[in-house]
C-alpha cells in the first residue's frame, strides 16, 4: 500500500537559520506530491504541489520543494524561518491518477526560536 | 481561493446524541471529504463523495454517516455519539480530475461529554 514518512515528528530551528522537512513516499509510479502547514486549531492550507516536470516547485509563504526520484523524496525547504512559519507540516500524496483518497505522512512539528 | 466552510469551530455534545458536522464549499467541486484527526494518528478518512448522492467509505467509517443531497454541502452524521469520537473533524473538497489537492476548512473541534 501507499505511504508516505516523515521521519522527523520535532523539528526545533532559530528565527532566520534555513529549514529542511523530509518526506518519503513508497509509491513506484511518479506520484502526485504535496506540502500542507496546519496552524493550532486551523485547518490545513496548500503549500505547494507536485504533478511533473519542473523537480524544484515554488509555493506561497517562501517555501520551496524537491522531488528526487531516486530517493523517494519530497523535501520541504525554506531558506530563512520566521517566527510565524511555527506550525505543523504534512506531506501527501495520491497512490495514482485515479486514486481520489490522499496518503498523509503523520506530519512534522516544527518550533521557531526567536 | 477556495472557500471550505466547516459551521461550527466548536462544538460540545452528549453521549448518545446524533451529531451533525456541517461543510459548505463555493467552488463547484465535484469530491468532497470527512477526515478526523488525533494526536499521534495523523489525518483519518471517514467518507468522502465524488458526486451528489454518492458516497464511499474511508478508512474508518464506523459509527458515521454521511449526506450529500447538494454538490456544494457535504454533512457528517454522528448516529449516536460516543465519548471516542471526540476529535478535531476536518472538511475537504477537490476537482474531480487526476491528482487535484485538496482544498480543507477550518476543522470542527468536536467534544463528546
Known amino acids: 500500500a501507499q505511504s508516505v514518512t516523515q521521519p522527523d515528528i520535532h523539528i526545533t530551528v532559530s528565527e532566520g537559520a534555513s529549514l529542511e522537512l523530509r518526506c518519503n513516499y513508497s509509491y513506484g509510479a511518479t506520484p502526485y506530491l504535496f506540502w500542507y502547514v496546519q496552524s493550532p486549531g486551523q485547518g490545513l492550507q496548500l503549500l505547494l504541489k507536485y504533478f511533473s516536470g519542473d523537480t524544484l516547485v515554488q509555493g506561497i509563504k517562501g517555501f520551496e520543494a524537491e522531488f528526487k526520484r531516486s530517493q523517494s523524496s519530497f523535501n520541504l525547504r525554506k531558506p530563512s524561518v520566521h517566527w510565524s512559519d511555527a506550525a505543523e507540516y504534512f506531506c501527501a500524496s495520491y497512490s495514482g491518477a485515479g486514486s481520489y483518497q490522499l496518503t498523509f505522512g503523520k506530519g512534522t512539528k516544527l518550533s521557531v526560536i526567536p | 481561493d477556495v472557500k471550505v466552510t466547516q459551521s461550527s469551530r466548536y462544538l460540545v455534545k452528549r453521549t448518545g446524541e446524533k451529531v451533525f458536522l456541517e461543510c459548505v464549499q463555493d467552488m463547484d467541486h465535484e469530491n468532497m471529504f470527512w477526515y478526523r484527526q488525533d494526536p499521534g494518528l495523523g489525518l483519518r478518512l471517514i467518507y468522502f463523495?465524488?458526486?451528489?448522492?454518492?458516497?464511499e467509505k474511508g478508512d474508518i467509517p464506523e459509527g458515521y454517516s454521511v449526506s450529500r443531497e447538494k454538490k456544494e454541502r457535504f454533512s457528517l452524521i454522528l448516529e449516536s455519539a460516543s465519548t471516542n469520537q471526540t476529535s478535531m473533524y476536518l472538511c475537504?473538497?477537490?476537482?474531480?480530475?487526476?491528482?487535484?489537492?485538496?482544498?480543507f476548512g477550518d476543522g470542527t473541534r468536536l467534544s463528546i461529554l
Open positions: 475537504a473538497s477537490s476537482l474531480d480530475r487526476g491528482g487535484q489537492p485538496q482544498h
Open positions: 463523495s465524488y458526486d451528489v448522492k454518492m458516497k
